[in-house]
């Protein structure tokens, strides 16, 4: 479902995920602990912190990824 959506461009947590990726601050400025911080982040704190703006917090969580000291998947 959740692909079909995001393909289909119908998904509105990614659609906003794209067009805060492609401003100026990029989607994970003031995502809850991104922009080279030293906050500790998980899923959930990603969930909670992007909330109000709708955010796909799976698709923020990857763009956040490779500036990472450590991933841990679950």
């Known amino acids: 479902m959740c ?3 995001v393909k289909s461009k119908q998904c509105e947590y990614y659609n906003n995920y794209q067009s805060l990726s492609n401003s100026k601050g990029g989607a994970n400025s ?3 602990g991104g922009g080279g911080g030293s906050n500790i982040v998980d899923i959930e704190d990603l969930v909670k912190s992007n909330a109000r703006r709708k ?3 799976y698709y923020l969580s990857r763009e956040l990824a490779p500036n990472a000291n450590l991933v841990r998947f679950p």
Request: charged share 10%; with cysteine; glycine share 22%.
């Open 30 to 32: 003031g995502c809850g």
């Open 55 to 57: 955010v796909c917090p």
């Open 3 to 5: 692909r079909f959506l």
